[in-house]
């Protein structure tokens, strides 16, 4: 019986380590089957470079979670390629006019000895304002670039303090004076893309209001940061496309300026989780400004 009972143990035992191995065995390559595929769309999109290719997923397992994080990794790769392809192809777009017309001037310059002095004057006003202009692009452009991509460590910053920097460059280089009204918001962020935002704000205003006598004011109020000038106004049908790249309005094409200020605003503060804006203050004039979102904000 002993024996009996021992031989009908192993059997059983060998039964139940068999049965065992092979659910194992079915659970492990359902998995890994699921884990090959991931690792095929890992390596296509490293041979060729594509990124619009399907993840597989499925499940709600570890597996699964790993797919939808690379599919999403993959869409945010696709939208800052595309955003890239945008901006390159609006710089050349940009770039193609004033190189245009130092080509045009340098080209006249093999005739200078035939120039007036009054035609000489004018055509190295005209070659020092386009210089100008290409190198003022080509650092907007390279800021806009990396505004999002800037490594800046985050902080607790006073906006007043931002603000009141800003201000005092602006006031420098315009002449214009330029009042602040803070609040004391402080917000979690990035100080130098904060006051850069400030500036562009505050250089756009002075551009638009330049032959203005009244203050440019800079407000500052539960992290919404606005600058209000005296100006034209803007029109209304230009309100909704002011924060497009490189984007002119037609009373703008005239003044200088390469249509990225306000776009690095846009950026700057959807960076901070909250929204650039515009609206026509009830004095006239304009007021744009932006707000970063409510959770960065530290108690003042």
Known sequence: MLGGLATEIALISVA???VAAGAGWLLARRITRRLVRLAATAEDIADHGRIDVAVPDGGRDEVGRLAI???TMLTRLAASRDAQDRL???AAHELRTPLTSLRANASVLRRLDELSPDARDRLVTDLQGETRELSHLVDELVALALSRLSEEPEDDVALGEVAQRAADRVARRSGRRVTVDD?????RGRRGALER???NLLENAVKFDADGTEDVVVRVRSG???VTDHGS???PSDAARVFDRFYRADTARGLPGSGLGLAI???VAEGHGGSAFVATPPGGGTTVGFSVASERLWPA
């Open 16 to 18: 139940v380590t068999l």
């Open 69 to 71: 994080s690379f599919t």
């Open 88 to 90: 390159v192809q609006d």
């Open 183 to 187: 609040d004391g918001s402080r917000v």
């Open 197 to 199: 935002a400030v500036g």
């Open 224 to 226: 919404t940061t606005t």
């Open 233 to 235: 106004g803007i029109d």
């Open 265 to 267: 605003v846009r950026d």
